[in-house]
Every structure is written in structure tokens, then in C-alpha cells.
């Protein structure tokens, strides 16, 4: 089945560092969405990647979609305390109708 | 506005015993239901989705069932917990926006002794 996988599973970094990071589908994608969750809390959607090559920005935050829709990236610049947690990228199945997430990159923030 | 209400927020169970968990949505009408676990620290699991009223499909076999009895309410059951039930469970409806993200209720954090 689809399978979707992130690295690094962890990341540590001082604060005002710059931190990325990757999603990787075993098959191509229709969309991609990106999730945070901050500790003890629920997930919450960030931004979801549609077309192949785009690039998106929130703030501080960038999002790409590769060209072949196989795998994405999130880039933070000069990380903040408030951005710790844990970054999930999802796409959408064969079917359309179910999100397989990847498995998390969580991130620490020292400050 | 819409909302996901699920409780209860917090439980401890032992081996053995039934579970009911219980998600509802507010503001929005026939969406896609889904129930994800999360073990500590690790990845989202796909349980169950519905699309419908009655209609559930599960993702993995397990000793857990769903059941949709109204469009805006989903349900989580067993009749027998075991220890690997333990984790962090999560409703999700999508339906809810015009990019088709998913919206998560608070979870509810099971624990079986």
C-alpha cells in the first residue's frame, strides 16, 4: 500500500536556527497537506500543496511540492520557542478519500 | 463555526473492559468521518472512515468497531480491552473547508491497565 515517510524523526535545534523538514511518498500524489501538533494538543492543518513545483509561505514557514508530486519539504527560518512540536505531512490515498500521514518529525526548540 | 467534540477526554480502563468513545460535529452537514490513534510519540493510525450514515470501513483489523448511528456522530467501541488499546485517539472530520483538510477533535487519551 502507500506509504509516506519523513525525516528526520527528531530534530534539535537552537533557537534562531533554520530547521527542514522531508516527506517522501512511495506513490504519486494528488495534494499534500501539512499538520502540526504541539505537545499534549491535537493536530492542526497548516497548508495543503496542490500542484507540482509549488511553493507556498506562511511567515517564517515555506512549503514545496516536488515536481514528479512525490515528496515535500518544510523549511522554518530562525526557529522560535512557540514552533515546537511535531510536523506531519499527509496525502491523500489511490482512492481519494483517506489521508495516510507520515510518521512525524518532531521538533525541540532550545532556547 | 465549525467544531469536533470528543469525550471522553481522558480514561483508564482494565484489560477487558468495554469502551465507548464518542465524536460529534458541529456546522456542517454529511462530512467524512475518521478515527486515527497515536501511539506515544509516533505516527497517526488510521482506524476507521465514514462517509455516510451505518457505512464504516475499517483501515486495519483490530479489537476495536465504529459505528455512524447520525450524520454528525461517530463512535468508537470494544467489547474487550486489551493493553495494546492504550494510546491517544483522535476523531477527524473533513467536509468541513474548501481545501478539504482535516479538523481534529481534542483526542481522547486511553490508558489500559
Known amino acids: 500500500g502507500q506509504q509516506v515517510m519523513q525525516i528526520p524523526q527528531y530534530q534539535h535545534v537552537q533557537e534562531g536556527e533554520d530547521f527542514t523538514t522531508y516527506c517522501n511518498s512511495s506513490t504519486t500524489l494528488s495534494n499534500i497537506q501539512w499538520y502540526k501538533q504541539r505537545p499534549g494538543g491535537h493536530p492542526v492543518f497548516l497548508i495543503q500543496l496542490v500542484k507540482s513545483g509549488e511553493v507556498k509561505k506562511q511567515k517564517r514557514l515555506t512549503f514545496q511540492f516536488g515536481e514528479a508530486k512525490k515528496n515535500s519539504s518544510l523549511h522554518i527560518t530562525a526557529t522560535q520557542t512557540t514552533d515546537v512540536g511535531t510536523y506531519f505531512c499527509?496525502?491523500?490515498?489511490?482512492?481519494?478519500?483517506?489521508?495516510?500521514f507520515g510518521p512525524g518529525t518532531r521538533l525541540s526548540v532550545l532556547p | 463555526s465549525q467544531t469536533i467534540h470528543q469525550w471522553p477526554a481522558t480514561l483508564v480502563q482494565p484489560v477487558g473492559s468495554p469502551l465507548s468513545l464518542e465524536c460529534t460535529v458541529e456546522?456542517?452537514?454529511?462530512?467524512?468521518l475518521y478515527w486515527y490513534r497515536q501511539a506515544a510519540g509516533r505516527g497517526l493510525q488510521l482506524l476507521f472512515y465514514s462517509v455516510g450514515i451505518g457505512q464504516i470501513s475499517s483501515e486495519v483489523p483490530q479489537n476495536l468497531s465504529a459505528s455512524r448511528p447520525q450524520d454528525r456522530q461517530f463512535i468508537l467501541s470494544s467489547k474487550k480491552l486489551l493493553l495494546s488499546d492504550s494510546g491517544f485517539y483522535l476523531c477527524a472530520a473533513n467536509g468541513l473547508a474548501s481545501a478539504g483538510e482535516l479538523f481534529f477533535g481534542e483526542g481522547s487519551r486511553l490508558t489500559v491497565l
Open positions: 499527509a496525502g491523500l490515498d489511490n482512492y481519494g478519500q483517506n489521508f495516510v
Open positions: 456546522g456542517t452537514s454529511n462530512p467524512n
